[in-house]
Nanobody
């Protein structure tokens, strides 16, 4: 089984930047297709960004396009977040799969999440 551990969350001011990381351990593959999802209290889970196993293809949710950048290096996933706003406040979860899933929330492996808070 693949284990995913996120890090890098925290409290930031509006307009600031933050980088999240997710490390995949276990499993049998050296690289996975990976993605970020987020969920704010009282709201549905929302797709943020995804990247293919090779890093050649990326996907972004409309709400973060142009502000966030997803990157990966083998088993490590990153999310560079810029111009953060209060609506970005959520628990950000890392997901991984052997196959490309893009924005679909059908990834096989999920992390516990890391909190990002941007006060009003």
């Amino acid at each position: 089984q693949v284990q995913l551990v996120e890090s890098g969350g925290g409290l930031v001011q509006p307009g600031d930047s933050l980088t999240l990381s997710c490390v995949a351990s276990g499993g049998t593959s050296s690289s996975y297709a990976m993605a970020w999802f987020r969920q704010a209290p009282g709201k549905d889970r929302e797709f943020v960004a995804a990247i293919s196993w090779s890093g050649s293809t990326t996907y972004y949710g409309d709400s973060v396009k142009g502000r966030f950048t997803v990157l990966k290096d083998r088993r490590t996933l990153y999310l560079d977040m810029n111009s953060l706003q209060p609506e970005d406040t959520a628990t950000y979860c890392c997901a991984a799969d052997e196959m490309t899933r893009g924005p679909s929330d059908v990834y096989s492996y999920w992390g516990e999440g890391t909190q990002v808070a941007v006060p009003v």
